[in-house]
Structure formats: structure tokens, C-alpha cells
């Protein structure tokens, strides 16, 4: 899925699970737990899966029963 070139320097982006990663999405955060993302082993760049993206976009619509409604 991952080990492709980073975009923002020479290193190599490696799978790597997290524990826990905060992804900022329409202006709210969701946190994401137990995932694997993409790390640039040189930089630190954070890369997601399209998978873990449109799982976020269906968090974070209103209705789901994870999604928090601001006040």
C-alpha cells in the first residue's frame, strides 16, 4: 500500500500502525485509532490509504451514529 517516494524530500514513505492519529475533517477532528498509515522515514510526512479517507468522510457525515454534532 505504501513505499513510494515522499513528496516532500528524498525519503521513503513505510507503513507504519499507529496508535492513535488526529485528522482534521470539515472542521472537526476524528480521531482515528489502531491504523495503518504512511510515514516518510526521513521527514515524518503523513500519508493516508483512500480506504482510511473515505472511512473518515463517513464518520464525519451527519446522521452516523459516531458522528458528535457541534453545539
Known amino acids: 500500500m505504501y513505499d513510494f517516494s515522499c513528496e ?7 507503513e ?16 482515528l485509532e489502531d491504523v495503518p498509515i504512511g510515514v516518510c522515514d526521513v521527514c515524518g510526512a503523513r500519508y493516508f490509504h483512500a480506504s482510511v479517507l473515505r472511512r473518515v468522510a463517513e464518520i464525519g457525515r451527519p446522521g452516523h451514529p459516531r458522528h458528535l454534532a457541534q453545539p
Do not use: P
Open 8 to 14: 516532500h524530500c528524498d525519503g521513503t514513505v513505510r
Open 16 to 31: 507504519r500502525r499507529v496508535d492513535r492519529e488526529a485528522l482534521r475533517h470539515k472542521g472537526n477532528f476524528i480521531i
